[in-house]
């Protein structure tokens, strides 16, 4: 098989240094062997011209429900899809995440261990799809937030075996929720929900299992006890302050911001099926969301791209959507390609293999019309996706 040449006319290595002109990466089967000036004698190689286009590595979702269909109440839909449609709607976004140049995904809240056997098969090469960090079912206090799709815990040993069934079941990552939410009836976004000790538990037994943790959280209470807890990354992160904010510093936390949840469920209203509830909740939490977005950034905390797809009008496959709002909102487009790649591949532990375009590193590459440090736009349209070397769009 012969090697793969990609002339690349601009080049973002995903490591924050400047776009360079006119590189050729070099890759033999899976694996970038080289990135050098182009060169002209290409015989022996499979030529890939992108001279009027830029390349850079793929996108990286670090926040997604996999097997969750983006309609107005995601309960109702868990409560009536039955396990064959669940699969086969759920490889269909797998299909979505590669056709937008997203190459690798986090699945924060999956029932059934969906995630984990869809990931086997990835591996195994017996379907196409974005590597996949899975968490299976979030865990979650009784009657908490999510837990239509989680195993509802009450007191340090039941959350203690809560994360010890999950790690049995194969998860990369272990979910839980600190706070209730916004789609969930009963519970408010800003109230505590499982304890800073239960939450501790859960933690220790991923700690010990050589696994990250992540926590939903939307409420200075249960934000500041996740990470007394050891949590690895802090999902949504609503109402965050200098407190919070110079504690995840201190204890090297990550945020994944999910901007675009809020704005989905807002844009949609009322009559799209969403109930009151969730649009009252949503309305409450929207600007702190986005407040707490960028006092964060602005005080560096750690940042990584995920866009909670699959929650209400928030489609699989409309990461860029994300980073858009990011954009907006006032995040530099370079700071959000490397929050897209570099960071979120060290958030998920695997930035020994991917996240960068660098010699060594995995060839997961995207092509896209123009330049997204001037536009970010210029990422709704991905021209070519190469999953592993191979081209797979």
């Known amino acids: 098989m012969n090697k793969k040449y990609i002339k690349a006319g601009n080049l973002i290595d995903g490591t924050g240094n400047s776009t360079m002109q006119n590189k050729g990466i070099i890759i033999d089967g899976d694996t970038i062997v080289e990135i050098e000036d182009i060169r002209e004698d290409l015989n022996g190689y499979d030529v890939y011209d992108y001279l009027d286009k830029t390349v850079m590595p793929g996108i990286m979702n670090c926040h997604v429900h996999l097997t969750m269909e983006p309609v ?14 669940l699969v086969v709607n759920t ?31 990835i591996d195994k090469g017996s379907i196409d799809g974005p590597g996949i960090v899975t968490s299976g079912p979030v865990i979650c206090m009784t009657g908490g937030h999510g837990y239509y799709f989680g195993i509802e815990s009450d007191g340090v040993d039941e959350c203690r075996k809560s994360a010890r069934t999950v790690l049995k079941n194969g998860v990369d990552c272990v979910k839980i929720m600190a706070t209730g939410g916004v789609t969930t009836d009963g519970v408010e976004p800003g109230s505590p929900q499982l304890t800073l000790e239960e939450m501790k538990a859960a933690v220790d037994e991923a700690i010990k299992a050589g696994k990250i943790t ?26 965050l302050d200098d407190e919070i904010i110079d504690l995840m510093l201190e204890r090297g936390t990550y945020l994944v911001p999910t901007v675009a949840a809020p704005y989905f469920i807002l844009n949609a209203g009322k009559e799209s099926g969403i109930t009151e509830a969730t649009l009252r909740k949503c309305e409450i939490v929207a600007i702190p969301h986005k407040e707490s977005f960028l006092k964060a950034y602005k005080k560096g905390i750690k940042i990584a791209v995920g866009s909670d797809a699959g929650t209400s009008y928030n489609e699989h496959g409309k990461t860029y959507y994300e980073m858009k709002l990011m954009s907006d909102y006032g995040m530099d487009n370079m700071d959000i390609i490397v929050a897209a ?29 123009g330049n997204p440090i001037e536009n970010i736009d210029v990422l709704a349209d991905v021209l070519a996706v190469f999953k592993l070397g191979k081209k797979v769009r």
Do not use: F, M, W
């Open 214 to 239: 992540a926590t939903h959280a939307q409420g200075r209470t249960g934000i500041k006890n996740a990470v007394l807890a050891g949590i690895t990354s802090i999902e949504h992160g609503v109402y």
């Open 91 to 121: 490889i269909k976004q797998l299909d979505a995440y590669l056709d937008s140049g997203v190459t690798y995904i986090r699945s924060l809240g999956c029932p059934k261990y969906v995630d984990v056997q869809l990931k086997n098969l």
């Open 341 to 369: 790649t570099k960071t979120a591949s060290e958030l998920l532990r695997i930035d020994k293999n991917y996240g960068t375009l660098e010699k060594g590193k995995k060839a997961d590459v995207i092509v896209v019309d």
């Open 72 to 85: 107005g109440n995601p309960k109702v839909y868990y409560d009536n899809v039955s396990d064959v449609e």
